[in-house]
């Protein structure tokens, strides 16, 4: 297989468009058998209602390049069941977990020449989605939806990939008590842009969002849930049903007690525990683990004791770990890996 002529190491976290993508259709109440295409545009009525109302879901996995060549993709059987979790909670179909599966193989496999190499610092993102298709007016569920899946060669997703951020505490809300926080739905996203333009504008990497109730708890960022290793050794992360559940960091929790022997919870993080942490990481698909060095809180630092230069030595190591196992360097656990080919 001859690979595109890409520079991989260089690779931001943007879109290309790759040479094929799969469609399918969900009409009179079914889904059509889908197909590959190379059409990655889309035609739609002016008042679809993904445009007029948002019914969009998505899901974010990667394809890798193994050490000894196979590529595959880490737990996609997690990312086709959050997906009917999330079409469900935005009254859509559901697309089945292995009619996912084989879209997911179809689409990697039509673009092998587009997974970049073992070592090469990148992976191929995939972007599966669905939104309502018909017009929509009045404000209900769409009765037509459109399920893609299209992949895209990445890089880090933060610039100067491992080198650790500095975040501040937002005040604005992610997502509400009750809400939508915890599934996937591109109106969250929509909801921190203006939070992520305007701590970019401020000198800040990313947003640390409270919860909207009470903004004493920590829940995630934009595009990550958080990880911390306390001064004791103990890795912890934020526990909420406002944040999305992600694949990243229950693997990290089991990495962490399976694979390190350490002490790994899901609990309540208060934001006035973060004096007390000694890392702090963001972890999910695009994200992987990137570190953070300084959280900022309304002007007052919290400068993590791992520093400003280097990822903390437990977060390196589960960094080390996870990424060995998507990698194929590491033994992984039963049914962690989808081999493509
Ligand atoms: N939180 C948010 C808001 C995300 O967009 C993502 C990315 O998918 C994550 C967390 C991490 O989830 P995962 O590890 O499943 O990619
Ligand atoms: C992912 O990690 O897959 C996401 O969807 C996060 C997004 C900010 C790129």
Request: proline share 5%.
């Amino acid at each position: 297989m001859e690979k595109k002529n890409i520079d991989w190491a260089n690779l931001g976290f943007g879109y290309m468009k790759t040479d094929y993508r799969y469609v399918s259709n969900y009409t009179n109440g079914a889904w059509d058998e889908g197909v590959i295409t190379e059409d990655d545009m889309i035609t739609m009525s002016e008042c679809a209602c993904v445009l007029q109302y948002a019914q969009t879901v998505f899901e974010g996995m990667k394809a890798y390049t193994t050490e000894d060549g196979k590529v595959v993709v880490f737990r996609p059987d997690l990312n086709a069941e959050r997906l009917i979790q999330s079409a469900e909670r935005l009254e859509m179909p559901t697309f089945p977990a292995d009619r996912f599966l084989d879209a997911i193989d179809k689409v990697v496999k039509a673009n092998l020449a587009w997974v970049p190499p073992y070592g090469s610092g990148a992976t191929l993102y995939i972007r599966p989605y669905m939104f309502g298709i018909n017009p929509v007016i009045g404000v209900k569920p769409a009765n037509d939806y459109q399920f893609r899946v299209f992949a895209t060669p990445v890089g880090p997703y933060f610039k100067g990939g491992v080198k650790p951020l500095t975040i501040k505490i937002s005040d604005f809300d992610r997502a509400a008590p009750h809400g939508t926080g915890n599934i996937k739905a591109g109106l969250n996203y929509a909801m921190s842009l203006h939070a992520i333009v305007t701590a970019h504008e401020e000198g800040y990497d990313e947003n640390m969002y409270l919860d909207a109730g009470t903004r004493t708890k920590v829940e995630e960022t934009g595009g990550a849930n958080f990880l911390f290793v306390t001064k004791d050794g103990k890795v912890v992360t934020p526990k909420s049903d406002s944040i999305l559940p992600s694949i990243t960091r229950r693997s990290l929790i089991q990495v962490a007690r399976d694979y390190l022997g350490l002490e790994a919870e899901e609990r309540v993080v208060y934001a006035d525990e973060l004096d007390n942490m000694a890392e702090c990481g963001l972890c999910g698909t695009a994200a992987v683990i990137s570190p953070v060095g300084k959280i900022v809180d309304h002007g007052r630092e919290i400068c993590l004791p791992s520093g400003m230069s280097a990822m903390g030595p437990i977060t390196q190591k589960l960094y080390d770990t996870l990424t060995g196992i998507q990698m194929g360097r590491i033994e992984a656990p039963e049914g962690w890996i989808r081999v493509i080919e």
